[in-house]
T-cell receptor, first 110, second 114 residues
Framework: DAKTTQPNSMESNEEEPVHLPCNHS???????IHWYRQLPSQGPEYVIH???SNVNNRMASLAIAEDRKSSTLILHRATLRDAAVYYC???????????FGGGTRLMVKP | GAGVSQSPRYKVAKRGQDVALRCDPI?????LFWYQQALGQGPEFLTY????????KSGLPSDRFFAERPEGSVSTLKIQRTQQEDSAVYLC????????????FGSGTRLTVV
């Protein structure tokens, strides 16, 4: 399975934008890029996913590099409730399971 | 219900005891997954069902672990003769079929083996 690399932790100030990077240099043409986040004492929560084009939804934006070897999850205005572990995951178009790495722990300061 | 429901929320078992963990997926979701999450780690895949068929059980750590979904809805993860290394949060997720959907996870069952 193609692997992803994320920083272990990041800090942000409340109400500022946050850019969470993910490297996936061995991504294949059929891999979707998925992002999940996990708040304390909860199960992971789906955030967003994309294949080639940038994607926006009510939670976040996903910016995908032209060569698809990296992507960035963008939280436009961080709140204290966004403090969580964020996982970047590659999922093959024909695959089913998600393979989680260590993720990035985002800390939001008031 | 609106989400994936797991019960019990917490379970303490004595070493050697059998446990059964329940997952109620979102109604109509074809796919169901079980994951194990150790403290401070990301979730690790255990097994996958499509309706009642268990299509992948490659992540089950030993033959003490058994999962079923007999009618294609509720699923049970059973662990026989629990050991201390089984202590973890067990997460269940469901999704419609296809890759254009995210998974919905439950809040998990925290199993502590003493």
């Amino acid at each position: 399975d193609a692997k992803t690399t994320q920083p272990n932790s990041m800090e942000s100030n409340e109400e500022e934008p946050v850019h969470l990077p993910c490297n996936h240099s061995t991504i294949s043409g059929t891999d979707y890029i998925h992002w999940y986040r996990q708040l304390p004492s909860q199960g992971p929560e789906y955030v967003i996913h994309g294949l080639t084009s940038n994607v926006n939804n009510r939670m976040a934006s996903l910016a995908i590099a032209e060569d698809r070897k990296s992507s960035t999850l963008i939280l436009h205005r961080a709140t204290l409730r966004d403090a969580a572990v964020y996982y970047c995951i590659l999922r093959d178009v024909g695959g089913n399971m998600l393979t989680f790495g260590g993720g990035t722990r985002l800390m939001v300061k008031p | 219900g609106a989400g994936v429901s797991q019960s019990p929320r917490y379970k303490v078992a004595k070493r050697g005891q059998d446990v059964a963990l329940r997952c109620d997926p979102i109604s109509g979701h074809v796919s169901l997954f079980w994951y194990q999450q150790a403290l401070g780690q990301g979730p690790e895949f255990l097994t996958y069902f499509q309706n009642e068929a268990q299509l992948d059980k490659s992540g089950l750590p030993s033959d003490r672990f058994f999962a079923e979904r007999p009618e294609g809805s509720v699923s049970t993860l059973k662990i026989q003769r629990t050991q201390q290394e089984d202590s973890a949060v067990y997460l269940c997720a469901s999704s419609p079929t296809g890759t254009n959907y995210g998974y919905t996870f439950g809040s998990g069952t925290r199993l502590t083996v003493v």
